[in-house]
């Protein structure tokens, strides 16, 4: 007797489990590879709009890799295997995108090759692939096509308006390096269905490391030291439109801690592995959420970028050290000064700084939050490294010392330049408070 089948017609059966957990394990390589890469340059980007933009980026693009990391494991179960194998030339690929000849150049590969071939390989995985049984999957991906396409158009939005003031060697050199990455892309089968061909082939032959003196945009005031109180005991850190303005400062200055927390995930990401990223991605994110705070309310009381100091002792006071000191000066900043900001809150709410208020009520929310980061991580180093996990303490103290070496070589200069901003901010923001009084 012939057995008969009912026929299977419906083109939604073309994935079976494990097809889709290999696709969707070299998307979350892609994706955990470019957040190391954009974590690591942040230091060494110049452009102040670019280095606000990138951390929100990579903390989407995080977000984004743990889904498809989970999605993976539940298609695998029981298995929690997750191997480069076939992926191996494309990953090598994207590492050696870090090693882009200048900042402009990552900047660029970033909008005009990886994000733009992640958006299209997420597009043409969903046309194929079932909405039914692959239904969550379809939820997030959906979400980070969106998001892919934000950043391309922000990103190019900036690296336009920087085309126009940046060296015409540079872009040059910029332009030739996203061509030539785009053709070894090609060359291994790009980021798609189909496993990758080949090997990849070395576009430099330098190792990238990020970078230990920040750089800094042109339109700002550089500076070591951000305000007088900091290397002059004498000068008061102030109260009403002075606290007011310190305050703001001090939260634009945090783009150390921007810069700081993109330089441990780049140097522990392999060490920490994936917890250790998501976390550090988000503290990143967190960070340049605190430095936008500060900007925009100085730009909201009529501050211009260059009446602006943005400082870097606390960054470069790690300079040549151990990454474990950069790891533990964020743990130190966060957990010194905590305290000090629901007094803040309260100040601020007196002025009527109903903005000052806010944003210092959800800076103390974030530090809570990255006070344990820092706690676990540290801790999670130190084991690692056949320490005691608990004896993080040793470790903070040497921030303290390694901070106040720099602060002790001020030099008298350093605090007549910064002194003088300062009065200058304080007797435009006086006016300006005085001008704002008159009217109401």
Same mark, same amino acid.
């Given at each position: ?25 070299? &998307? ?12 690591? =340059? ?16 990579? =903390? ?6 743990? !889904? ?69 999957? #379809? ?24 085309? !126009? ?14 061509? %030539? ?55 008061? &850190?102030? !109260? ?13 200055? %945090? ?18 592995? =994936? ?14 959420? #605190? ?78 939050? #990255?006070?344990? &980061?820092?706690?676990? =991580? ?34 008298? %200069? ?16 006086? #006016? ?9």
């Amino acid at each position: 007797m012939k057995v008969q089948y009912l026929p299977s017609i419906q083109k939604r059966g073309k994935f079976m489990r494990y097809d889709t957990a290999v696709i969707l394990k070299r &998307y979350f390589l892609c994706e955990r590879a470019l957040v190391i890469g954009q974590a690591g =340059w942040l230091s060494g980007i110049p452009y102040f709009d670019i280095k606000m933009k990138l951390p929100k980026m990579m =903390w989407e693009d995080a977000m984004t890799a743990n !889904e498809l990391r989970n999605r993976v494991y539940e298609l695998r179960f029981p298995s929690r295997m997750l191997e480069i194998g076939d992926d191996q030339a494309l990953v090598d690929l994207i590492h050696q995108s870090f090693n882009a000849p200048n900042p402009l150049a990552f900047v660029m590969s970033l909008s005009r090759v990886f994000k733009p071939v992640l958006k299209q390989a997420y597009k043409d995985y969903l046309e194929m692939a079932d909405v039914i049984g692959d239904g969550p999957t #379809h939820r997030f991906l959906e979400l980070a096509i969106r998001e892919k396409e934000d950043q391309i158009q922000t990103l190019e939005k900036y690296i336009l308006q920087y085309l !126009e003031k940046e060296d015409h060697q540079n872009i040059g050199t910029a332009l030739q390096w996203v061509k %030539e990455l785009q053709n070894k892309l090609d060359q291994i089968g790009g980021i798609g269905i189909e496993n990758c061909k080949g090997t990849a082939v070395d576009l430099s032959d330098k190792v990238f490391s990020p970078t230990e003196v920040p750089k800094r945009d042109n339109r700002f005031i550089p500076v070591r030291f951000y305000w007088p109180d900091i290397v002059d005991e004498s000068f008061p &850190y102030g !109260e009403g439109v002075k606290l007011q303005l310190r305050s703001a400062i001090s939260h634009l200055n %945090e783009i150390w801690a921007v810069e700081n927390a993109g330089f441990i995930l780049y140097e522990f990401a392999e060490d920490l592995g =994936w917890d250790f990223i998501y976390d550090a991605a988000r503290w990143v994110y967190d960070e340049s959420r #605190h430095c936008t705070m500060g900007y925009e309310r100085l730009k909201q009381w009529g501050f211009e970028e260059n009446e602006l100091p943005l400082g870097t002792y606390i960054f470069e006071s790690c300079k040549g050290k151990d990454p474990v000191y950069r790891l533990g000066m964020l743990f130190y900043f966060e957990s010194k000064n905590i305290g000090k900001k629901p007094e803040r809150v309260k100040s601020f709410a007196e002025f009527n700084d109903q903005v000052s208020q806010h944003d210092m009520d959800f800076d103390w929310a974030d530090e809570t939050i #990255h006070t344990s &980061y820092g706690k676990r =991580w540290l801790s999670a180093i130190l084991e690692k490294r056949g320490l005691n996990p608990k004896d993080y303490q040793k470790i903070k103290d040497e921030c303290d010392r390694l901070v106040e070496g720099v602060i002790s070589s001020v030099t008298k %200069e350093e605090v007549q330049q910064i002194t003088h901003i300062t009065e200058n901010m304080i007797k435009k923001a006086e #006016h300006f408070a005085a001008a704002y009084e008159g009217k109401y």
